[in-house]
């Protein structure tokens, strides 16, 4: 199976910095993949699929990139309302496997 | 207006059995796949299962021979019936519905049902 590895496993930027996640599969996946946000206690939301495509109402300051193996969720201006886990999956064929989770903080 | 609302789940001893149903609204659960997630406490999140619009299934190989999916039509519901319980099964899972409006991936989830294996 296709292993899903993100880095770093946790951060913390200040308000208003640029921030980067990255996610890199362990054979070729394409553009199959997608970024989920999780609040804590909350039920993880769609951010980005199609590794570049915004989904619906996330704010434009959230973007995706990548193709292949190795793929970057950056959010361009850190808010308060960003403090979260996020997680990458791939989608290319079962299993459907997550990246192990990035947690960033506030400073 | 699109949903999932999860039902079942609870404490349950080593080795015994549980169902989850996700009941869905606002769509037809015929025509989309339907995952089961799940995340232990404290740990990030495990994808379990799916179920596609044309009944295939797959399972990941920590449930695979336990858990069975399925789909009631006229009930428009998905069920994820857990056998054989372990302690590392505890979890809050999760249905979600893959493209469920106009994108890929997981887009709607249920709220979560929580499942505890401990004696």
């Known amino acids: 199976d296709i292993q899903m590895t993100q880095s770093p496993a946790s951060l913390s930027a200040s308000v208003g910095d640029r921030v980067t996640i990255t996610c890199r599969a362990s054979?070729?996946?394409?553009?199959?993949l997608v970024w989920y946000q999780q609040k804590p206690g909350k039920v993880p939301k769609l951010l980005i699929y199609a590794a570049s495509t915004l989904q619906s109402g996330v704010p434009s300051r959230f973007s995706g990139s990548g193709s292949g193996t190795d793929f970057t969720l950056t959010i361009s201006s850190l808010q308060p309302e960003d403090v979260a886990t996020y997680y990458c999956?791939?989608?290319?064929?079962?299993?459907?496997?997550f990246g192990q989770g990035t947690k960033v903080e506030i400073k | 207006e699109v949903q999932l609302v999860q039902t079942g789940g609870g404490l349950i001893q080593p080795g015994g059995s549980l169902r989850l149903s996700c009941v869905a609204s606002?769509?037809?659960?015929?025509?989309?796949?339907i995952h089961w997630v799940r995340q232990a406490p404290g740990k990030g999140l495990e994808w379990v299962s799916i179920i596609y619009g044309g009944d295939n299934t797959h399972y990941a190989d920590s449930v695979k021979g336990r858990f069975t999916i399925s789909r009631d039509r006229s009930k428009n519901t998905v069920f994820l019936q857990m056998n054989n319980l372990r302690v590392e099964d505890t979890a809050m899972y999760y249905c979600?519905?893959?493209?469920?409006?106009?994108?890929?991936?997981?887009?709607?989830w249920g709220q979560g049902t929580l499942v505890t294996v401990s004696s």
């Open positions: 979600g519905g893959d493209g469920l409006v106009a994108s890929r991936g997981l887009d709607y």
């Open positions: 606002g769509f037809t659960v015929s025509n989309k796949d």
């Open positions: 054979q070729v996946i394409s553009n199959y």
């Open positions: 999956q791939k989608y290319d064929a079962v299993p459907w496997t």
